[in-house]
């Protein structure tokens, strides 16, 4: 039988991607979903669209509502940043960081991966791409494999490892949409926009609409989803 | 003026301990409290009642609803062991363990002192009289700093520390106790019980009803909180 994995899915392309790689790699898929008062609330049904298609073996969506945190123009009445050039990206940790997201995220995960019997979970972070956040970079996800194997019952009692898989880490955009593309991936299922209309169309302005609209642009190919007319 | 420090407070002895030691070090306290779906769901009462008696420049509890994800005897439906000896205690992780609980309860700690730009996280874990839990350990407590300080906007863009401090590590039961009393900690507010009625009696045979009880007799001083009568 085929080992579980928990797979955190956002909705997005990089975490589709990152499942259908799982689900290569001969893993039985549990997918795991954030509801953390995001203003871009519609990659939830993203997320269930994508866990649908793809046959995961479960989907567990949790209610976390981050809002009471605040501190990221994804939670708080902050404004998304539009129109930035890779220069400006690189400057520096923008204002949609959300504090110690992947490890509230990855610690969910966690819990999740011991209940189930799991030892693999995976991440669709990227480091090439990206916005810059601290908690997308490989010397914090090994630590944080680090932190875990000294956490839980399964890997302290049980003397068993955790492995903390990141298969899109070192790609580009455009290589992570080749991959996906290759692996039978629907990029139309997705949902990527910060800023979305109520009914999903994605602004095409945002940073993370701008690094996947070049990513289509440098692998050649159109990318499926609706951008809002301006 | 002082700075802010964020402290685990769960309502019981240690975590109230361990708000009087942050308080007489200096720091400004700010409480995180987490109602996760714990049956002994009293002590967000404790918490609360102990947060106004010490004066905290916060309270935040946060609903997270660990009972979606189960595994353990405190979120799910399965039996708080009673009476157990020592010997018993220390055979291995007990059923009442909660998979990955530090690790989820950190996390948040680690946004929110984020968002107050506090660099000083306390946590009462202890590692002499406790249930054997993996994430109490200071091997763990070293392995999540150590994850932290790559996780986050402040620590790795601002180039600031942000330290973990255990302060009844390497207490036993009866020290945290006495350390608590010199401090003024009045322990009558605090609720330890793992399955207590639901007007909050405590039911005094638990793990953790024996740990204090015995702490509290090794001390020389009598528990002023009220035990169910059998």
């Known amino acids: 039988m085929s080992p579980k994995a928990v797979v955190l ?19 039985l898929p549990c997918a795991i979903t954030f509801r953390y008062g995001q203003r871009h609330g519609v990659e939830i049904q993203a997320a269930e669209r994508v ?4 046959g995961v073996a479960e989907h567990l969506v949790l209610d976390i509502d981050l809002r009471r945190i605040g501190g990221s123009a994804l ?24 504090p110690a997201r992947n490890t509230i995220f990855l610690s969910y995960a966690l819990a999740w991966a011991e209940v189930l019997d ?3 979970i995976f991440i669709g972070v990227n480091a090439v791409d990206y916005s810059g956040y601290p908690d997308c970079r490989p010397e914090y996800i090994a630590a944080w494999e680090r932190m875990a194997n000294l956490a839980t ?15 899109l ?57 609706a951008y809002r007319s301006t």
Chains 1, 2 share one sequence.
Do not use: Q, W
């Open 9 to 27: 899915l956002s909705g997005g392309l990089d975490s589709m991607t990152t499942l259908a790689v799982a689900k290569a790699e001969g893993f």
């Open 169 to 225: 880490i070192d790609l580009t955009k455009a290589d992570i949409i080749r991959r996906g593309l290759e692996l039978g991936v629907d990029y139309g299922l997705t949902s990527t926009c910060y800023d979305p209309t109520p009914d999903g169309e994605a602004c095409g302005r945002c940073d993370a609409c701008l690094l996947r609209l070049k990513g289509f642009e440098e692998a050649g190919v159109a990318d499926p989803i």
């Open 118 to 120: 799991a030892l693999d």
């Open 153 to 167: 019952k399964a890997t302290t009692e049980g003397g068993r490892r955790l492995r903390v898989h990141t298969p």
């Open 75 to 98: 939670t708080a009445d902050i404004d998304v940043p539009k129109d930035r050039d890779r220069d400006e990206m690189d400057a520096g940790i923008p204002v949609t960081y959300v």
């Open 51 to 54: 866990a649908r298609a793809m």
